[in-house]
């Protein structure tokens, strides 16, 4: 049985990478895309996501969401995905005749409610999703899991303790922590396991137009270094959805700190349990590397563009 799910996401070089081995693997259904500012502005993050489907030909409907976090000034990180937030091909024009004339959370609230249960992975900041819990917050009762890639168990990529989705829109982020519906969370960890070595990278770079795609992406993606190890990190929410056995997964209760002078949008992932507090999501604490690279490599020999 396929399984149905909205891609919730701010591509973004990584976002790019996981949204194809969505869209080709079998066992999924991309009901929706869904947009938010994140890596970069919104405008950039939704062109790159339709000249993603153009590339792949593949014809998925996008909502635009959020512009901007709840509370926070909005960040972006160019330095990481280059100006437009997916540099180093060069795409054909986007197919705009796939972008909704309704917003996200409205597109969100249409398909879940035209389906008996979906899963929403969310691989760029929460805002969409807290936005959704505020207008309906019903729909989120035929939502079957929400699997995030987002929080560290650790220290942070973007803040000291926090790492970038969650630093970009704290309050978002512990709206969907605290609220009672399944989640999964693939933490930063993951992906700086995971690494991408250039002898993977080379590999993939002759299976497919698609691999041929990611290879350029890569040259100029600072997520890791490309010569010692690229960190793949929303494609480990994919990977939960492919391959769990390759992860560890423990339930824990995860708080979001909002208000620390030094540490918002740290994610507190309580694995010894010091806050008392019943566990509110499943968190993959180790991931077998070496697996994950095998199924990276196998997923992107799908994306066969047809
Ligand atoms: C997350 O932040 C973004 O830069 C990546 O696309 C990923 O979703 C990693 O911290
Ligand atoms: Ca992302």
Redesign the pocket.
């Known amino acids: 049985m396929t399984r149905k799910i909205i891609i919730d996401t701010?591509p973004?070089i990584?976002?790019a990478v996981a949204i194809a081995i969505a869209l080709y693997a079998k066992e999924l259904d991309v009901q929706l895309i869904t947009t938010v500012a994140?890596?970069v502005g919104l405008e950039n993050v939704t062109t790159n996501a339709l000249k993603l489907l153009k590339f792949l030909n593949k014809k998925v409907p996008v909502a635009k969401g959020a512009k901007k976090p709840l509370l926070k000034t909005a960040m972006s990180?160019e330095s990481?995905?280059g100006k437009t937030g997916m540099e180093g091909y060069d795409f054909p024009e986007p197919d705009t005749s796939l972008l909704m004339n309704i917003n996200a959370v409205e597109a969100m609230h249409q398909v879940i409610q035209s389906n008996k249960e979906i899963t929403l992975v969310c691989?760029?900041p929460l805002t969409n999703i807290a936005l959704l819990i505020n207008s309906y917050p019903d729909d989120l009762k035929k939502v079957k899991e929400i699997v995030i890639?987002g929080g560290a168990i650790g220290r942070g990529?973007?803040g000291v303790y926090s790492?970038?989705?969650f630093h970009f829109d704290p309050e978002s982020a512990k709206i969907v922590m605290d609220f009672p519906v399944s989640k999964v969370i693939c933490p930063?960890e993951i992906?700086k396991e995971a690494l991408i070595y250039p002898e993977i990278s080379e590999k993939i770079k002759n299976l497919n137009p698609t691999g041929d795609m990611f290879y350029s992406l890569f040259k100029r993606y600072r997520?890791g270094s490309f010569s010692t190890g690229l960190k793949m990190?929303?494609s480990t929410a994919i990977a939960y959805l492919l391959a769990p056995e390759i992860y560890q997964l423990s339930s824990e209760y995860v708080a979001i700190e909002t208000k620390g002078e030094f540490t918002q949008g740290a994610s507190l992932i309580d694995i010894n349990k010091k806050m008392g507090k019943e566990e509110n999501a499943t968190v993959a604490i180790d991931v077998n590397a070496d697996e994950f690279r095998k199924w990276f490599v196998s997923a992107v020999e799908k994306c066969k563009v047809g």
């Open positions: 701010d973004g990584d976002d994140g890596n990180v990481v995905h691989i760029g890639m990529n973007s790492e970038y989705n930063l992906g997520g990190y929303d």
